[in-house]
């Protein structure tokens, strides 16, 4: 009878990337809080409020108007971190069910937002910060097809487009 052994969790295999993450998501988000490996997330995450608009360029005017808040969210890493990008939970707003069953809105059926058109898209080298905006911009794209002022959800995001801005000003 052969014994299983189980590997070697990603942070204990690469603190140097964790302790990374924890320097890049703290200056990018810092209403996000670690959390540590265990019972609520066995590979550890991220816990809190993304910020509203955390773009490279000006802010709409009126976009709390739009929207009112950052995205509330459970980032939640896998043991194959970073070789597999870890999973944002949305909690606030969270997707009614038809939403997640419907791929105009980028969530998966089990709840985590769908953040990339493909699974090649992600970098193991890649910010963890990168992810973190797109789910920022999902939020915004939320809200704009909650007041139905688009039918779908964009495929490449605010994040690297300013096509929905003009909506987001709160002037149409």
Known sequence: MSACR??????LQDPARLQRDKDEVGAFAPDLVFV???AELEEGGWAGTLPLWPFDRERPARVNDVVPQGLEVVV???SAYPMVPPNVHPISPRPE?????QSDWHVLPSGPLCLFQSTGQWRPEASLTELLLKA?????EYFLMKAELISRMTESGIVSSAELDPLLSGAV
């Open 97 to 101: 069910l038809y939403e997640r069953s």
């Open 136 to 140: 920022a911009g999902w939020n915004l």
């Open 6 to 11: 189980r590997s070697v969790p990603w942070f």
């Open 36 to 38: 540590e490996p265990g």
């Open 76 to 78: 939640e890493y896998t």
